[in-house]
């Protein structure tokens, strides 16, 4: 089974299913995360392919390349999903599966700061939502050093599969253990999707 692993880097997803027996190509932004998955390939013996690309465009792979798209909670960081599920359908194998993972957007309402240092949910912004409508001072505080987050709507979620052309299949939510939120929502959802057989054609 061919799997591509949409912006997964960071020698985690990848090893896995390259361990339970799929051909597995991991695409990153991150020279550094995918060196990651290169360091644990080495080191337990498995085949992986690392490919270096913004996940909004994967021209660097033929339409129906792949039977799996995996793509963790990872396009918190991208700005537009639309492109990021389309692509995902071209390079999809009719009958193939997208498992995809991301933030429940109302997450980003509450005040970091809060939540990380008294595990009070304050609620501080409107949605959508990104860090970069924080001041410098603060977006460092919360959030620290590390790429911008985006509050993506259900719409663009969810929706943005459909409008690819994906048949939804599953929907699955889950508490984000790391914060205080956990005691009152979901903090994650995971969809899985198929490219139907038949369906609108790409190209």
Do not use: K
Request: hydrophobic share 45%; net charge negative.
């Amino acid at each position: 089974m061919a799997v591509l692993c949409l912006a997964s880097g960071g020698g985690q997803q990848g090893p896995v299913l390259a361990a339970a027996g799929a051909v597995v190509t991991v695409f990153d932004n991150s020279p550094r995360q995918l060196g990651r998955d290169e360091e644990v390939a080495a080191r337990e013996g498995l085949a992986i392919r690392t490919v270096l690309g913004d996940m909004r465009d994967l021209s660097a792979f033929p339409d129906a390349s792949f039977d799996v798209v995996f793509n963790p909670v990872s396009n918190v960081f991208c700005p537009d999903l639309a492109p990021v599920w389309q692509e995902s359908f071209r390079v999809l194998r009719p009958g193939g599966v997208l498992m995809a993972g991301f933030m429940n957007p109302d997450i980003f309402i509450f005040d970091v700061a809060a939540l990380d240092d008294r595990g009070e949910l304050v609620v501080r912004h409107r949605i959508p939502f990104t860090t970069l409508d924080l001041p410098d001072a603060a977006r460092l505080r919360s959030y620290g050093t590390g790429p911008v987050e985006y509050s993506h709507s259900l719409t663009e979620q969810i929706g943005g599969q459909l409008a690819a052309g994906f048949t939804l299949t599953h929907l699955v939510e889950a508490p984000h253990h790391a914060d205080a939120t956990a005691r009152y929502m979901p903090g994650y959802f995971a969809t899985r999707a198929i490219r139907p057989v038949r369906g609108p054609q790409v190209g």
